[in-house]
């Protein structure tokens, strides 16, 4: 089971246990984590150790280790997604409270980046966001990914960096000889 072992805390990272909630303090910032009821957390020579009630699932169990761990790597290293943007024309950029996105419409589209997330604009097809709230920093990439999701035929649109797109043939024309006459 993953909660099960001591979760080790970096340098620097100071860890608060107020009932529930178990607020994470770094050099880069602080996060607050709502442990789900019936779930215990102590520190105990930098590490932190879980303790799950009788009746509660594995699952959630889990859970909550996933959630502290992913606090305390934001509040130390940060996280950090990547955009590409794949067709002819498409451009971001960087305004004031957001980002301005030509995708193929007839308008551009202006989208709001929520307040923890930082964006920067690498070239014109490239979008870096970083944060340290994993949640937040890959729900924005995932809304801006919406925007316009790669198309399977000629793979234009919004994608992960890395990320691959399978394509698809397309129409397949008949040849003279064996078509209908």
Excluded at 11 to 26: L, N
Excluded at 44 to 72: D, H, M, T, Y
Excluded at 76 to 86: A, H, N, P
Aim: positive net charge.
């Amino acid at each position: 089971m993953v909660g099960k072992k001591p979760l080790k805390l970096p340098e620097g990272v100071t860890v608060e246990i107020q009932g529930r909630y178990v607020k994470v303090v770094g050099p880069l910032g602080t996060l607050t984590v709502d442990l789900p009821q019936g779930i215990a957390a102590r520190v105990e020579n930098q590490e932190i150790v879980f303790k799950k009630g009788p009746s509660i699932l594995a699952q959630v169990f889990g859970l909550a280790f996933a959630l502290v761990r992913n606090a305390v790597e934001g509040v130390s290293q940060g996280f950090t997604k990547e955009l590409e943007l794949v067709g002819v024309g498409y451009r971001a950029e960087k305004v004031a409270g957001g980002l301005k996105l030509s995708l193929g419409f007839s308008h551009s589209v202006e989208y709001p980046v929520p307040g923890g997330v930082a964006v920067e604009v690498l070239e014109n097809t490239k979008v870096k966001l970083t944060g340290i709230d994993k949640c937040l920093v890959a729900q924005t990439a995932a809304n801006i990914r919406k925007l316009r999701p790669p198309e399977p035929y000629k793979g234009k649109g919004i994608r992960y960096a890395q990320e691959v797109v399978r394509r698809k043939q397309g129409k397949v024309v008949k040849s003279a000889a064996g078509g209908a006459a």
